[in-house]
């Protein structure tokens, strides 16, 4: 995974390109009507319900639109939240409050969405000792806004980005000239350039698996859109060589009977790809 440091990176560019997006020369109806020295407040009220996330981020948000923007957070990241509750008052110039205003919205909106599948996902785990992975079908630009947002909400996070983990899939496999191949010239490049970096593979059928459980030094096992009996099989044939991990269009309906299978993981792309928007909105204090 991507240090602390690359990660906070990640998120000052997505606060600076929110800003260059958003504002650009200046927020002209906020600069047209009201003073500039004018001082507000506004509270962001939640009207859904679910669990936060964002709270961090807003402050960090906040900071760099105006440094002298201060928030008094209410509730944490990661609480559960229903519809008229206050989660923290910004105060400062109010100018400074609506530059700002649709940026932090957006983001949290967006984080308290997945947050909240991610842990609807996660309490229909419970009982097993399988955890929910996500996978790299992020938005474009805000990654990891939306990994941050799946960990908030109990989560594990995957590879963050193609650099970070090795992860040998079908194409991969196909074009090396077959799975030994494949996981060889893997193994020779990382020894090459003196990267330590972990290796998943991924397996199409047991055949494969078994091909696999050949070659020493692979992490993770992806058993990709395996039925339930042969994830079954597929487990046990592995045997805790390694880790495993089962992914493939696994929903709300069929996560419970997968992680009764044995598996370590269960990966879902539908934690950031198919969430809507939680409700809320940053409302004036007068």
Same mark, same amino acid.
């Given at each position: $995974?991507?240090?602390?440091?690359?990660? #906070?990176? #990640?998120?000052?560019? *997505?606060?600076?390109?929110?800003?260059?997006?958003?504002?650009?020369? /200046?927020?002209?109806?906020?600069?047209?009507?009201?003073?500039?020295?004018?001082?507000?407040?506004?509270?962001?009220?939640?009207?859904?319900? +679910?669990? !936060?996330?964002?709270?961090?981020?807003?402050?960090?948000? =906040?900071?760099?639109?105006?440094?002298?923007?201060?928030? #008094?957070? =209410?509730?944490?990241?990661?609480?559960?939240?229903?519809?008229?509750?206050?989660? %923290?008052?910004?105060? +400062?110039?109010?100018?400074? !409050?609506?530059?700002?205003?649709?940026?932090?919205?957006?983001? $949290?909106?967006? $984080?308290?969405?997945?947050?909240?599948?991610?842990?609807?996902?996660?309490?229909?785990?419970?009982?097993?000792?399988?955890?929910?992975?996500?996978?790299?079908?992020?938005?474009?630009?805000?990654?990891?806004? @939306?990994?941050?947002?799946?960990? *908030?909400?109990?989560?594990?996070?995957?590879? %963050?980005?193609?650099?970070?983990? !090795?992860?040998?899939?079908? &194409?991969?496999?196909?074009?090396?000239?077959? $799975?030994?191949?494949?996981?060889?010239?893997?193994?020779?490049?990382?020894?090459?350039?003196?990267?330590?970096?972990?290796?998943?593979? @991924?397996?199409?059928?047991?055949?494969? *698996? #078994?091909?696999?459980?050949?070659? @020493? /030094?692979?992490?993770?096992?992806?058993?990709?859109?395996?039925?339930?009996?042969?994830?079954?099989?597929?487990?046990?044939?592995?045997? +805790?060589?390694?880790?495993? @991990?089962?992914?493939?269009?696994?929903?709300?309906?069929?996560?419970?009977?997968?992680?009764?299978? +044995?598996?370590?993981? !269960?990966?879902?792309?539908?934690?950031?790809?198919?969430?809507?928007?939680?409700?809320?909105?940053?409302?004036?204090? &007068?």
């Amino acid at each position: $995974m991507i240090s602390i440091e690359q990660f #906070e990176k #990640e998120l000052d560019l *997505i606060i600076k390109n929110g800003y260059r997006e958003d504002v650009g020369d /200046g927020d002209h109806t906020s600069l047209s009507c009201i003073p500039s020295p004018a001082q507000g407040k506004a509270n962001l009220l939640v009207k859904d319900t +679910g669990i !936060i996330a964002g709270v961090a981020f807003a402050k960090k948000a =906040f900071k760099y639109f105006d440094e002298d923007l201060y928030v #008094e957070s =209410f509730i944490d990241d990661g609480s559960h939240v229903t519809h008229g509750d206050v989660v %923290f008052q910004v105060s +400062g110039k109010s100018q400074s !409050i609506l530059k700002a205003e649709r940026f932090v919205l957006n983001a $949290m909106q967006r $984080m308290s969405a997945i947050a909240t599948k991610t842990n609807f996902f996660v309490s229909l785990l419970k009982g097993t000792n399988t955890q929910i992975l996500d996978t790299r079908k992020t938005t474009p630009g805000i990654r990891a806004l @939306e990994k941050w947002a799946v960990k *908030i909400g109990g989560g594990v996070n995957h590879r %963050f980005a193609l650099y970070d983990m !090795i992860m040998i899939k079908d &194409n991969h496999i196909d074009f090396a000239g077959g $799975m030994s191949k494949a996981i060889t010239k893997t193994k020779q490049y990382l020894s090459d350039k003196k990267l330590d970096l972990k290796i998943i593979v @991924e397996a199409r059928n047991l055949q494969e *698996i #078994e091909k696999i459980l050949q070659n @020493e /030094g692979v992490f993770r096992i992806l058993i990709d859109n395996f039925s339930f009996e042969d994830t079954r099989k597929a487990v046990a044939l592995i045997n +805790g060589k390694c880790l495993t @991990e089962s992914s493939g269009g696994i929903n709300e309906d069929t996560i419970r009977k997968y992680a009764e299978c +044995g598996v370590d993981y !269960i990966s879902s792309g539908a934690l950031t790809h198919s969430v809507y928007n939680m409700d809320l909105s940053l409302k004036a204090v &007068n």
